[in-house]
């Protein structure tokens, strides 16, 4: 008998259901039929794919790894079935392919965007992006409910937690500041050593590297701020609250126009983002496509890519 003869609908829109409510109950009430009857549905469905689609945490139901790419089927089935009716009645539709990103809240819009750019503006590609802390997001990635996670950091790694770091993008650390602070005869150590500097956090592998500068130079700086945000670092030198030790890409704009003058670069001090991932069976097509020409570009140390785009 053909595959797709044993491949009933009705299975696959209660397990859509439940997928999306995540609780067999609520998944019922919304159908209109019993829990027994909707759990029966699903095992048949399991049993003709052959893999488990859910997996039982407390009262809530998870997604695995095949439960999710049956999801995406799933939706692209009846979004099929829904631009049907539609095309026939002559109403507007659309098919759209989704990638699922998680990025730490205080990364730099630059590589988010610089990341995502070959898929931005495409009209069969939908892009969800959701902000957080690295410990949800890897949460939430180990649940198959993010494809990928974008990182500067990267996080621990051990048998239980299988991380991939792709090491994709690489952007140098500069001292910059208003051209007033600045002046034209002020050394890059004199500047560190006599002005209020913005720096990253403690936390961040671009402090550890600034402080051991320090360290070296025997510079006890005077810091204006700490900050764990990229975009609020911009903000705060663009307002004259000191020089801010920041990759120059963040404030290319300020750069360019003049608002803002880099006055040198930290020596071997280089910040690194990542694209994280997990080794999935069915890993989904739009990262695998990012990826591929993000590490294969030629002519960046350990295939790191670098780009350039506006600061948003």
């Known amino acids: 008998m053909n595959d797709m003869n044993q491949l009933n609908l009705h299975h696959l829109r209660y397990f859509q259901m439940v997928a999306h409510e995540g609780n067999l109950t609520r998944a019922a ?15 048949q469905l399991e049993e003709r794919l052959g893999h488990s689609l859910f997996e039982r945490r407390g009262r809530t139901l998870l997604l695995t790894e095949a439960g999710r790419v049956a999801l995406d089927h799933a939706d692209a089935i009846f979004a099929v079935a ?28 630059n590589f988010q965007i610089g990341f995502l750019q070959p898929l931005l503006g495409r009209d069969d590609v939908e892009v969800v992006i959701r902000s957080g802390t690295l410990g949800d997001l890897l949460q939430n990635l180990e649940a198959h409910r993010l494809d990928v996670v974008l990182a ?18 690489e952007q140098p650390v500069s001292l910059v500041g208003p051209p007033q602070r600045i002046g034209k005869d002020s ?4 500047l560190l050593a006599r002005e209020p500097l913005i720096l990253p956090t403690v936390e961040t ?3 550890s590297g600034v402080d051991a500068l320090f360290d070296r130079l025997h510079i006890r700086p005077r810091i204006a701020a700490e900050v764990d945000d990229m975009a609020m670092i911009r903000l705060l030198v663009r307002e004259g609250a000191g020089l801010a030790v920041v990759p120059p890409i963040v404030v290319e704009n300020e750069l360019a126009g003049g608002q803002l003058v880099e006055v040198g670069r930290f020596p071997n001090l280089k910040e690194t983002f990542y694209a994280v991932t ?3 069976r069915f890993p989904n097509p739009l990262l695998r496509e990012l990826l591929a020409g993000k590490l294969n570009r030629p002519g960046n140390p350990e295939g790191a890519s670098v780009w350039s785009v506006p600061e948003k």
């Open 152 to 169: 500067n950091i990267v996080p621990p790694r051990d048998e239980a937690t299988p991380w991939i770091s792709h090491a994709i993008a």
């Open 29 to 43: 009430e919304r159908l209109n039929v019993s829990q027994s009857a909707v759990s029966a549905q699903i095992r």
């Open 187 to 190: 050394s890059f150590e004199a």
């Open 278 to 280: 997990l080794t999935r």
């Open 205 to 207: 592998s671009i402090r």
């Open 82 to 109: 829904e631009e049907l009716l539609n095309t026939l009645r002559e109403r507007p539709s659309g098919r759209r392919q989704v990638l699922r990103v998680g990025s730490l809240a205080t990364l730099s819009r």
